[in-house]
């Protein structure tokens, strides 16, 4: 088995839960010492990712909001956080068929955290069935695939502003979806987001690692370049309110904490 090209060939795969459930076999069928085609070059194919025919995309501002206090309204909920968990198993992925040349452990750490999105998104997918509805029955928006389209040519910036980024702001957002999951009465969903929440903050710390690694070895200053990425490719500014404890644990700097909140210039 070659994991970059087998990685390459579930990013294609159409069928959302065909996609998890071989994001999840390959990861298992890893083995301790295992080698990976590290420096092989592979084509990348005309179009990317594969995707079913629904959800239909639409603009982010165009994704309709809804009380989680009804059940329809949980649902869309629900189904706006698979989408975003769906779309991870394509990052993770890509990340690990599109950039050669790296250590062995990169390769692995992405294709745990596709295996664990896949996880994540199959979860949420049966807990949606018990709400009457499933994944591709409310739009979604395509803003994560966006910025790894616009970070493929950049490992970098793809480990800047994918996992320690867009990403990343899941350890914000999710303790206050869990509350208000939590008022209306569905344990269920917070006991998936506890595992969310728990997974994420090591994806989070991969993306981290590997962003400080990278910019070692090409002579960067993590804070520095961040900003220059930042700019260079149209990231969305973050506001608070942040997670600290859940960044600070995901390995932020308290200089990167500090120019979140405005106080790092």
């Not at 970098?156 to 990343?168: H, N, Y």
């Not at 999710?174 to 006991?191: F, N, S, Y």
Request: net charge negative; with cysteine; charged share 25%.
């Amino acid at each position: 088995m070659k994991p970059r090209h087998r990685a390459l060939e579930i990013l294609l795969l159409a069928d959302p839960m065909e996609k998890a459930g071989a994001a999840r076999a390959l990861f298992e069928a890893l083995r301790p010492g295992s080698g990976f085609d590290a420096d092989a070059a592979i084509d990348e194919p005309a179009v990317l990712p594969g995707r079913p025919a629904r959800p239909p995309l639409v603009p982010p501002s165009d994704v309709p909001r809804r009380s989680p206090f009804t059940r329809e309204g949980r649902a869309a909920l629900l189904h706006a956080i698979a989408h975003i968990e769906f779309n991870a198993i394509n990052l993770a992925l890509d990340a690990a068929w599109r950039f050669a040349g790296m250590p062995d452990e990169f390769y692995r750490d992405w294709l745990q955290v596709a295996a664990e999105e896949a996880l994540h998104f199959t979860l949420l997918c049966e807990h949606l069935r018990t709400l009457g509805a499933d994944y591709g029955d409310f739009p979604a928006h395509d803003g994560l695939w966006l910025m790894t389209e616009r970070t493929k040519g950049d490992i970098v910036a793809r480990m800047a502003l994918v996992p320690r980024t867009l990403e990343a702001r899941g350890l914000d957002a999710t303790p206050l979806i869990q509350a208000k999951l939590a008022k209306a009465g569905d344990p269920r969903a917070v006991e998936i987001l506890d595992v969310i929440l728990r997974d994420e903050i090591g994806h989070v710390a991969i993306g981290n690692r590997w962003y400080r690694w990278l910019c070692e070895r090409e002579g960067f200053e993590p804070v520095a370049h961040y900003r220059v990425l930042v700019e260079r490719h149209q990231a969305p500014r973050l506001k608070p309110p942040f997670n600290s404890a859940a960044r600070r644990a995901a390995g932020f700097s308290e200089a990167e904490l500090d120019w979140l909140l405005g106080s790092g210039g």
